[in-house]
């Protein structure tokens, strides 16, 4: 177990130092973030006429309820970029192959990918949760959402790190990712954007119990799944 362990995190370091000497996906993942971000915020800065139908009060509201959509398909968004390459990379440098050459379990491989890739979006979270919250005028720095944003974001990356290996060998892989990844973790999505929208406006952490059950359920069942199914995932 420990021998698996330090394997799984040797892995994990592998990608982390890898990525951290090149940047290549780390630059795109956040500038691409941030764009969605700002673009967003003056996309739904009310106009003239807005602000003359509505008050203050009711104008800010309306941007709480649409604050957490924009937040999660900025993330949702950023990490199908670097989920996309997560695999590409390797193969691109002859990596996957070696990976599968080494005398460790399949697991041992999805696990530290997905645990590096779980790493690296949760540091990208951290970048631009405080430029959203000076854009969109509402404080992140809640457990509650603290919670929300982990669950969800072992939820995309469990699934993403899948799909990833499942699409690497074929030729439209940017393409097919997406159109693997997003049904499946559209209830995800749904109730992270439920469980944020329901703490911005006030709710306490058992209003938003039934959408933290649904996370850690979907956590739970596909890191379940894709262990079982990755072996085969991985193969050409």
């Given amino acids: 177990m420990s021998k698996s362990i330090g394997q799984i995190l040797a892995i994990m370091r592998k990608d982390l130092i890898s990525e951290s000497r090149t940047r290549d996906v780390a630059v795109s ?14 996309a739904f800065e009310p106009g003239a006429e807005v602000t003359k139908m509505f008050t203050n009060p009711q104008l800010e509201q309306i941007k709480l309820l649409v604050a957490p959509g924009v937040l999660w398909v900025s993330i949702v968004f ?3 970029l670097s989920f996309n390459r ?4 390797e193969k691109e440098k002859g990596c996957l ?4 050459l080494c005398p460790i379990d399949k697991e041992v491989i999805y696990m530290g990918k997905m ?18 919250s000076v854009l969109f005028n509402v404080s992140l720095l809640d457990p509650a959402i603290v919670l929300i944003a982990v669950l969800a974001t072992i939820g995309f990356v469990c699934v993403g790190i899948l799909f990833s290996a ?9 393409i097919l990712l997406p159109i693997l990844f997003f049904p499946i973790v559209t209830p995800l999505i749904i109730a992270a954007v439920r469980g944020t929208g329901s703490i911005l406006q006030g709710g306490s952490f ?3 119990s039934n959408w933290l059950g649904i996370m850690v ?6 890191i379940i799944v894709s262990l079982f199914i990755f072996e085969y995932a991985i193969e050409e």
């Fill in 29 to 42: 993942v956040l500038v691409f973030a941030l764009l969605v971000i700002v673009v967003f915020s003056f």
């Fill in 78 to 80: 950023a990490g199908v």
């Fill in 86 to 89: 997560s695999f590409a990379q």
């Fill in 166 to 174: 499942l699409s690497v060998y074929t030729k439209a892989r940017e």
């Fill in 97 to 100: 192959d070696a990976l599968k």
């Fill in 217 to 222: 359920a979907f956590d739970v069942i596909f």
């Fill in 115 to 132: 645990l590096g890739s779980l790493v690296f979006l949760l540091i990208v979270e951290i970048i631009i949760f405080p430029l959203f």
């Fill in 206 to 208: 058992g209003s938003i």
